[in-house]
């Protein structure tokens, strides 16, 4: 029996854009919410769904030459199959789940998770509200493999996640005003340098310190730090010693430097960290009131992302699934690799 993981399939279309990448599209590019019909339909119990190929029917031809599904099917299996089968898995315990529930998606529901992903893809992408956002998702469908069958289906899987999440999101005051601290109060900007022991972590700020100045900090983090800012000579985006993002360690000496200032050798994750202190960012001026209701959708937006991850975990391990096709069986075990 092969048990499967969520594995990020539980749709959130967010998360997937922001590991995507983003960029510009020009006006060739197929429809963004091309599917949302077709996904209406199904929600309505009127699926259009494509159910495979006929017998003997080519996929394509090759100088004339007609190939059939039966020369390919094994390669797709081989190539994608792991995805296809949790996502189809997944989809069939969420129809049983909404049943048990009874929860019952509708255009309406289809139409609002179309508006948050346009309004997640602003944000992430640090678009003013205004911008057309199609542009953008569709070339991040484009390299996801998102056609129309995969993204009406990804809603409609988000769609029920989220209805069957919603009435368990609590915000409470002190999560606002957390959210407010971190968006709108003092932020600083650092530079790390990150290595994998104390000794050179200790070595390389006794160097640092000897020096004296930012350039030599940002000299040493580019030739020696392990950490993802190096060609940036250590350089990071600004933040809240509040954010708890961040890890612990580097906010807390952080939070206890002026600009110019080196801390102390402290333990990260992936090593031993050095930090600089290059400016101190003062508060943007929005006040608590004013951004209330902003942060109080953000963090329900949150909350949802989390419980529908944890609810998509849950029923995909409780699912028995048996992988009988030898090509879809790879496929699936090659997954558990990566």
Same mark, same amino acid.
């Given at each position: 029996?092969?048990?499967?993981?969520?594995?990020? +399939?539980?749709?959130?279309?967010?998360?997937?854009?922001?590991?995507?990448?983003?960029?510009?599209?020009?006006?060739?590019?197929?429809?963004?919410?091309?599917?949302?019909?077709?996904?209406?339909?199904?929600?309505?119990?009127?699926?259009?769904?494509?159910?495979?190929?006929?017998?003997?029917?080519?996929?394509?031809?090759?100088?004339?030459?007609?190939?059939?599904?039966? *020369?390919?099917?094994?390669?797709?299996?081989?190539?994608?199959?792991?995805?296809?089968?949790?996502? +189809?898995?997944?989809?069939?315990?969420?129809?049983? =789940?909404?049943?048990? #529930?009874? *929860?019952?998606?509708?255009?309406?529901?289809?139409?609002?998770?179309?508006?948050?992903?346009?309004?997640?893809?602003?944000?992430?992408? !640090?678009?003013?509200?205004?911008?057309?956002?199609?542009?953008?998702?569709?070339?991040? !469908?484009?390299? &996801?493999?998102?056609?129309? =069958?995969?993204?009406?289906?990804?809603?409609?899987?988000?769609?029920?996640?989220?209805?069957?999440?919603?009435?368990?999101?609590?915000? @409470?005051?002190?999560?606002?005003?957390?959210?407010?601290?971190?968006?709108?109060?003092?932020?600083?900007?650092? %530079?790390?340098?990150?290595?994998?022991?104390?000794?050179?972590? #200790? @070595?390389?700020?006794?160097?640092?310190?000897?020096?004296?100045?930012?350039?030599?900090?940002?000299?040493?983090?580019? @030739?020696?730090?392990?950490?993802?800012?190096?060609?940036?000579?250590?350089?990071?985006?600004?933040?809240?010693?509040?954010?708890?993002?961040?890890?612990?360690? +580097?906010?807390?000496?952080?939070?206890?430097?002026?600009?110019?200032?080196?801390?102390?050798?402290?333990?990260? %994750?992936?090593?031993?960290?050095?930090?600089?202190?290059?400016? %101190?960012?003062?508060?943007?001026?929005?006040?608590?009131?004013?951004?209330? =209701?902003?942060?109080?959708?953000? +963090?329900?937006?949150?909350?949802?992302?989390?419980?529908?991850?944890?609810?998509?975990? &849950?029923?995909?391990?409780?699912?028995?699934? &048996? *992988? @009988?096709?030898?090509?879809?069986?790879?496929?699936?075990?090659?997954?558990?690799?990566?």
């Amino acid at each position: 029996m092969n048990r499967l993981t969520a594995a990020g +399939i539980c749709a959130l279309l967010c998360g997937i854009l922001l590991s995507g990448g983003c960029g510009s599209g020009g006006s060739s590019r197929p429809d963004t919410f091309r599917g949302l019909d077709r996904a209406a339909r199904y929600a309505a119990g009127g699926s259009t769904r494509y159910l495979g190929p006929a017998a003997g029917v080519a996929a394509f031809s090759v100088d004339r030459t007609p190939i059939e599904w039966s *020369v390919i099917a094994g390669r797709l299996a081989e190539a994608a199959g792991a995805v296809v089968v949790e996502e +189809i898995a997944l989809e069939l315990v969420l129809d049983r =789940e909404a049943r048990r #529930q009874g *929860v019952a998606i509708t255009r309406a529901d289809l139409d609002r998770e179309r508006e948050w992903l346009a309004h997640a893809v602003s944000r992430s992408a !640090r678009l003013a509200p205004s911008t057309d956002t199609a542009a953008l998702v569709a070339e991040v !469908r484009q390299r &996801r493999g998102l056609g129309p =069958e995969r993204f009406a289906a990804l809603l409609r899987r988000n769609a029920q996640l989220r209805a069957m999440v919603r009435d368990s999101i609590e915000i @409470t005051p002190e999560q606002v005003e957390l959210a407010w601290r971190v968006q709108h109060g003092e932020r600083v900007r650092v %530079r790390l340098i990150v290595v994998s022991t104390m000794q050179d972590a #200790q @070595t390389l700020r006794t160097q640092a310190l000897a020096a004296g100045n930012e350039m030599a900090f940002a000299k040493l983090a580019e @030739t020696y730090s392990t950490d993802n800012s190096a060609p940036l000579g250590g350089l990071i985006e600004p933040f809240s010693t509040d954010d708890p993002a961040y890890e612990n360690s +580097i906010r807390r000496v952080a939070a206890g430097l002026q600009p110019g200032e080196i801390g102390p050798v402290v333990s990260t %994750r992936n090593g031993h960290a050095v930090v600089y202190l290059t400016e %101190r960012l003062p508060p943007d001026g929005v006040s608590l009131e004013e951004a209330r =209701e902003e942060l109080g959708k953000q +963090i329900a937006q949150r909350q949802e992302r989390i419980r529908m991850d944890q609810l998509a975990t &849950r029923l995909l391990a409780e699912a028995r699934v &048996r *992988v @009988t096709d030898p090509a879809l069986a790879w496929s699936v075990e090659a997954g558990r690799g990566r």
